[in-house]
């Protein structure tokens, strides 16, 4: 990723921007999608040096603009362009303009998910239609499964254990909706943790990786919709002379899962930075 690839990525960004609907453009202007658009392209044009705590800004505006174009365009299948409307991903898509950072985190996060699982398994990746009054997860793998996407948004490591609890009860409530209509082999939760509570080249939040871990065995040890959790730790990584975009996750999985989910899990582990753990 360089200079030219970013700055092509906002310029095909501009144009789903153009085609929105017009209630849609409206919240555009005041999105949080919306601002990180402008922090990189008023960085772009500036001609005076920023300081430190700017560089990470907008170091986190170009993560945000250049993952998110790229996650619309690999489940699009091309980049960018006006027919784009008539493709299943433009309603996911409406979800990125919301003036709430947590909530344009959550809706990339998924976005981002599916993009990942798509690209790595080759497998057909769907957004599960929204059913008044009853939950239902994020997404259906194939026929193989169905995933509940939940970003962690916590700011201290004591809330990380609370915060993952809340996530996968709810997330269990979704899976178990989805299984009692239409009932697939297997269903899990996809959960991020920012790196700055869980940087996994820091020893010292291990024991932040320690509780996540506990509490994902805790859920799949007991009986539940929730058969693997993809845990990731994702964000901006930063030391006093280096600056990184991470991402890594583990697979937890319940014993006993059918053979044709194992394979679909161990395709995630292609990139050698994912591990399966029982």
């Avoid at 194939?142 to 809330?159: G, H, M, R």
Wanted: glycine residues 6%.
């Amino acid at each position: 990723m360089n200079e030219r690839d970013i700055w092509a990525a906002v310029e095909r960004l501009e144009i789903l921007f153009r085609i929105l609907p017009k209630r849609l453009r409206t919240r555009r202007i005041g999105s949080y999608l919306g601002l990180l658009t402008m922090k990189f392209m008023d960085y772009m044009t500036r001609s005076n040096s920023v300081s430190d705590e700017e560089a990470l800004e907008i170091g986190r505006a170009i993560l945000g603009v250049y993952r998110t174009t790229t996650s619309i365009e690999s489940l699009y299948g091309r980049p960018i362009d006006e027919n784009i409307v008539n493709d299943s991903v433009f309603q996911q898509i409406t979800q990125l303009f919301d003036s709430s950072e947590q909530a344009y985190d959550a809706a990339d996060f998924t976005l981002f998910t599916a993009a990942c699982i798509s690209h790595r398994t080759g497998l057909a990746v769907s957004f599960v239609p929204v059913r008044k009054g009853s939950p239902t997860p994020d997404l259906q793998v194939a026929s193989l499964c169905y995933i509940e996407c939940k970003d962690l948004a916590v700011t201290t490591a004591s809330n990380v254990e609370l915060g993952l609890r809340d996530r996968l009860q709810k997330a269990g409530e979704q899976l178990a909706s989805a299984q009692s209509k239409t009932r697939l082999p297997s269903a899990g939760a996809a959960i991020d943790v920012p790196i700055r509570l869980a940087d996994p080249d820091d020893r010292r939040s291990l024991e932040v990786q320690r509780q996540a871990s506990e509490v994902v065995r805790q859920t799949l040890t007991a009986p539940g919709a929730v058969d693997f959790v993809l845990l990731s730790v994702s964000g901006i990584y930063h030391t006093a002379t280096t600056v990184g975009f991470p991402h890594r996750h583990a697979v937890f999985i319940r014993p006993s899962l059918p053979p044709a989910i194992l394979g679909f899990l161990g395709k995630l582990t292609s990139d050698g930075r994912v591990y399966i753990c029982a």
